[in-house]
């Protein structure tokens, strides 16, 4: 009986991936753990082993295929005795699937439509405080009305769209639905010379992942100035101290610690929302947005509140050339409890990042910059940076999301603090 080597699930959301090369051959013999091929994630290219001894006796979804459902049997093992050049009877059955692979990729199944929205029932209305308190205003009829929004909850665009005085939503005219993502460009309408770039398995997540936290985040914006004056002095004592170590601490590791250290600090912005519960963090593991060859990832220091500088600085290296030849593992990119991204070095004064779900912050890096400040009451030019953090108005509170952003600022101001 052949032995089916199957599409591996190489992380706990992998539903799909690409495999993108075939380290082995028909006839080839393999051991447990020798690599059988390379498998294209949503995040990386991970190896794949083997787990059995045998021979290669039929390879039945060719490299380069995108779209592989996990669990499809994608090469047939020959064990020990069997003829490795005599197709299995089961051998024909995976193929069609693995040859249906790549065209479900190509034409997905059509999303499904949007719910109707529901029409409030009963005696309990389903509304917004915000929905209510309009409708109070304009002398409008809750029962009636259409909501649109989850579960049929009326939101504040369901009660601008009715009229004053309506006791009824108007059958005929219903309130506008959610917002949902613009159709994609049709490519015949396209008249502009043009290269049609097909998506990665990673900007298809990344695509994924971004319009659902846009859509069901809602995000508040916090922003600080900070002077680094000190802490480029202090990196600048410490990289000398450093030198015989052969360690090179940059700003941003710098910057890992404090938002660490702050996270400890102020715990009730080291959480994660989590429908009808809130996952409090009881240790600060802070993902690092890096940019690679076709999209961004996050690799994790973990425990950053409580490791040296120099720790941070060694890991986040390798952490960062390991993700740009697609080398991570996934325990070492998913998870954290908060994200910090910097711009800085592009240039890049202040921005407001996209929370990474289901994390409940991000911290945004500006570039440090001379810039006319107050010091002592009096006019200088400092090194100033803008930081802007972006959180989960869920979880957190506007003032809890300012404590943290003062804790963050006061911990770059006076470093000494990173270090003690």
């Not at 996050?298 to 600085?313: E, V, Y």
């Not at 810039?371 to 803008?386: E, G, K, Y």
Request: aromatic content about 2%.
């Amino acid at each position: 009986m052949p032995i089916e080597l199957k599409m591996p699930a190489l992380s706990p959301t992998m539903e799909e991936g690409t495999l993108a090369k075939w380290l082995v051959k028909v006839g080839d013999t393999v051991s447990s753990g020798d690599i059988l091929a390379e498998i294209e994630t949503d995040k990386a290219t991970m190896e794949f082993e083997a787990v059995d001894e045998g021979t290669i006796s039929q390879i039945l979804v060719p490299e380069g295929t995108d779209g592989v459902k996990v669990g499809t049997v994608i090469a047939l093992v020959a064990g020990d005795g069997e003829d490795a050049a005599a197709p299995a009877a089961k051998g024909a059955a995976p193929a069609p699937k693995a040859e249906a692979a790549a065209p479900a990729a190509a034409a997905p199944a059509p999303a499904a439509p949007k719910a109707a929205p529901q029409r409030a029932t009963g005696d309990r209305v389903i509304a917004s405080p915000l929905a209510k308190r309009i409708a109070e205003q304009k002398g409008i009829d809750l029962k009636g009305l259409a909501g649109s929004g989850p579960n049929g909850r009326i939101i504040k665009a369901d009660v601008e769209g009715a009229a004053p005085g309506a006791t009824t939503a108007p059958v005929a005219a219903p309130v506008a639905p959610a917002p949902v993502a613009a159709a994609p460009v049709q490519l015949g309408d396209i008249q502009t010379p043009h290269e049609v770039v097909k998506l990665s398995n990673m900007r298809k997540t990344i695509a994924r992942r971004l319009t659902e936290a846009k859509q069901t985040i809602p995000h508040i914006y916090l922003t600080v100035d900070i002077r680094l004056d000190a802490l480029l002095k202090l990196r600048t004592e410490l990289n000398a101290s450093l030198e015989g170590r052969g360690i090179k601490l940059s700003v941003n590791d710098m910057l890992i610690k404090a938002l660490g250290l702050a996270l400890v600090q102020v715990p009730k912005c080291n959480v994660s929302f989590a429908g009808d519960q809130l996952i409090e963090y009881k240790r600060a593991d802070v993902s690092v947005a890096v940019s690679v060859a076709g999209g961004l990832i996050t690799p994790i220091i973990a425990d950053a509140n409580d490791k040296a500088i120099s720790a941070i600085s060694t890991e986040m290296g390798d952490l960062a050339a390991r993700a740009k030849d697609g080398k991570l593992q996934p325990h070492e990119y998913q998870g954290g409890t908060a994200s910090l991204s910097n711009m800085g070095m592009f240039g890049i004064k202040q921005f407001e990042a996209v929370i990474n779900p289901p994390q409940g912050m991000i911290m945004a890096i500006g570039a440090g910059e001379k810039r006319p400040f107050v010091v002592d009451d009096s006019l200088q030019i400092a090194t100033v940076m803008s930081a802007t953090g972006s959180f989960d108005h869920r979880a957190i509170d506007g003032a809890d999301g300012a404590q943290l952003m003062k804790a963050f600022r006061e911990l770059c101001e006076k470093p000494l603090g990173l270090v003690a």
